[in-house]
């Protein structure tokens, strides 16, 4: 059935459509004896969700960026050892690859998660809800009755784990990347780092299904092609390393910057 967790003052409310028809019937005169009809009538109020678009902005791309950034902060100050970085001959290189890669895995999986949004048109669970919320808000009327028919697949899932599975990759091959007794804190550092990043994607996806937003299928989809994006996201992040001049070893000393060709290169 269709249901509601509605958000505003004084706390959430799940409400079965048949309350939620039974408030439109009696109009904002319900608000004041029930709760129900308090959340859907009130401005302040909406569709409860646990990540709200800000907080997925930020746990998707801000923090990946931000832990990227340290991460090659790290190799650089760890007395020149370098982890795992797609063709990076410095800390930065291997930052900027990273990062672009990461915008890569996000840009495609943005796009196709919508085209298929577009095309599936599929009701969310809480799809009456938000066309009772669409029927009572009239400048967010629109909003409400176009995302009431993207369900399939989850945004929230696809686009958490596109950027955070794609750091969580990242840190897993910085595992095996750190050598040496003195850097072994650095690996068990970097192996908690990617179990944690892979662990805040799946709790994001259920917190959709939590939340009446998503049904089980729609965040496994999710879930599918946000691992699609953190494969071509890595993929291609070596296609940055054309920003910089290339390098090739100078002897037994420090690395010599100049062009050369792509034959030789590879």
């Known amino acids: 059935a269709n249901r509601l967790s509605g958000g505003g003052g004084g706390g959430g409310k ?58 090659a902060g790290v190799a650089y100050g760890a007395g020149g050892a370098r982890p795992w970085q797609p063709r990076g001959a410095t800390a930065l290189e291997g930052a900027w690859e990273a990062i672009v890669g990461l915008l890569y895995a996000l840009g495609a999986t943005l796009v196709v998660v919508n085209l298929i949004k577009r095309a599936v048109g599929r009701p969310r669970p809480n799809h009456f809800a938000l066309q009772a919320y669409a029927s009572v808000h009239e400048g967010d009327r629109r909003e409400w009755e176009e995302t009431s028919w993207r369900s399939f697949p989850s945004g929230h899932a696809s686009i958490s784990l596109a950027g955070l599975g794609y750091l969580g990759v990242a840190f897993g091959l910085d595992v095996s990347g750190w050598k040496g007794l003195q850097q072994t804190l650095l690996a068990a550092a970097a192996a908690a780092a990617s179990v944690g990043c892979c662990s805040t994607a799946l709790w994001v996806g259920a ?3 939590e939340d009446y937003w998503h049904a089980t299928e729609d965040v496994l989809a999710g879930w599918m092609v946000g691992a699609l994006g953190v494969a071509f996201g890595h993929c291609l992040a070596a296609d940055a390393r054309l920003w910089f001049p290339k390098r090739v070893p100078q002897g037994e000393g420090a690395p010599m910057t100049m062009p050369v060709p792509d034959e030789l290169y590879e």
């Open 14 to 71: 799940e409400c079965s459509p048949v309350k939620l028809d039974a408030c439109l019937g009696r109009g904002k005169a319900s608000a004041d004896s029930d709760r129900c009809c308090e959340l859907l009538y009130s401005s302040s109020s909406s569709p409860t969700e646990q990540v709200s678009d800000a907080l997925l902005v930020c746990l998707s791309a801000v923090l990946p960026v931000l832990l990227l950034l340290l991460r």
């Open 207 to 209: 917190t959709r299904v």
